[in-house]
């Protein structure tokens, strides 16, 4: 909260590594126990970029079906 208007800026001005970074983290993080969460993190980085589709393939080789599914279901 004390740093919004600096994250404002950024997306502002086009930069958006650091909120993609920030998704990718909590994505990853909920990935075990709220795919749902997962899935929506990086369906929100597809908005900007489509860094996300990575993640794809790698739910699907470590078969996580839930972050898989909810990502493609959030990206869309």
Same mark, same amino acid.
């Given at each position: 909260?004390?740093?919004?208007?600096?994250?404002?800026?950024?997306?502002? #001005?086009?930069?958006?590594?650091?909120?993609?970074?920030?998704?990718?983290?909590?994505?990853?993080?909920?990935?075990?126990?709220?795919?749902? #969460? !997962?899935? !929506?993190?990086?369906? /929100?980085? !597809?908005? /900007?970029? /489509?860094?996300?589709?990575?993640?794809i393939p790698y739910y699907a080789v470590?078969?996580?079906?839930? !972050?898989?599914?909810?990502?493609?279901?959030?990206?869309?």
């Open positions: 909260f004390v740093m919004a208007d600096k994250a404002r800026a950024e997306l502002r #001005l086009g930069q958006t590594d650091a909120t993609i970074f920030v998704c990718f983290v909590l994505a990853l993080m909920w990935q075990q126990r709220r795919p749902i #969460l !997962a899935g !929506a993190a990086l369906g /929100f980085i !597809a908005n /900007f970029k /489509f860094q996300s589709v990575v993640m470590r078969r996580r079906w839930g !972050a898989c599914f909810w990502t493609v279901f959030w990206s869309v």
